[in-house]
T-cell receptor, first 113, second 112 residues
Framework: EAGVTQSPTHLIKTRGQQATLRCSPI?????VYWYQQALGLGLQFLLW???????NRGNFPPRFSGRQFPNYSSELNVNALELEDSALYLC????????????FGQGTRLTVV | KQEVTQIPAALSVPEGENLVLNCSFT??????LQWFRQDPGKGLTSLLL?????REQTSGRLNASLDKSSGRSTLYIAASQPGDSATYLC???????????FGKGTHLIIQP
């Protein structure tokens, strides 16, 4: 069974551009979470989608946005890129409910120059 | 706001030793706690999931315990091997709908 897959693996963008990151959850999982792992800052919660709806977002500016498609895959968009957006972006999926296990993808390394 | 702390931040031990990694959290109203492993530049691999009603979970050489009332969890690694070298992350799913809250991790090096 395929795990959580993320694309692209690496992404290099110029300051001010937009970046789009994609995530395909494990089959049967309806919840998708996005996290940012910047150097020295640990994993920070970005967004949570479930059944196509945004359920919650972390303490990030509105230029971080996303959506979940009917097949439960998800997209993270980062507009007006800044140098400090350079980080590893991780996607996780889980079954619905609060007692479920989260499984992570391999991440997208975003570099803003 | 939930906060998770992991001690020590880094640990280097010779191969074959048994070791304990510690995790503490400030809000005991959690649903579950997960331990993850992260290799450099890679994603997270789930090692163990402990539900809030459980006291411990075991998988191979790994054993994780949970004391929800005191806000503590430990990950015990038996007979450590060089392949165990990685960063180990503890994360809790709390009462708020904000996904997992992570500690900053313990960077573990097992010397051959």
């Amino acid at each position: 069974e395929a795990g959580v897959t993320q694309s692209p693996t690496h992404l290099i963008k110029t300051r001010g551009q937009q970046a789009t990151l994609r995530c395909s959850p494990i089959s049967g999982h309806t919840s998708v979470y996005w996290y940012q792992q910047a150097l020295g800052l640990g994993l920070q919660f970005l967004l949570w989608y479930d059944e196509g709806e945004e359920r919650n977002r972390g303490n990030f500016p509105p230029r971080f946005s996303g959506r979940q498609f009917p097949n439960y895959s998800s997209e993270l968009n980062v507009n007006a890129l800044e140098l400090e957006d350079s980080a590893l972006y991780l996607c996780a999926s889980s079954l619905a409910g609060q007692y479920t296990e989260a499984f992570f993808g391999q991440g997208t390394r975003l570099t803003v120059v | 706001k939930q906060e998770v702390t992991q001690i020590p931040a880094a640990l280097s031990v010779p191969e074959g030793e048994n070791l304990v990694l510690n995790c503490s959290f400030t809000d005991s109203a959690i649903y579950n706690l997960q331990w993850f492993r992260q290799d450099p530049g890679k994603g997270l691999t789930s090692l163990l999931l402990i539900q809030s009603s459980q006291r411990e979970q075991t998988s191979g050489r790994l054993n994780a315990s949970l004391d929800k009332s005191s806000g503590r969890s430990t990950l015990y690694i038996a007979a450590s091997q060089p392949g165990d070298s990685a960063t180990y992350l503890c994360a809790v799913k709390g009462g708020g709908a904000d996904g997992l809250t992570f500690g900053k991790g313990t960077h573990l090096i097992i010397q051959p």
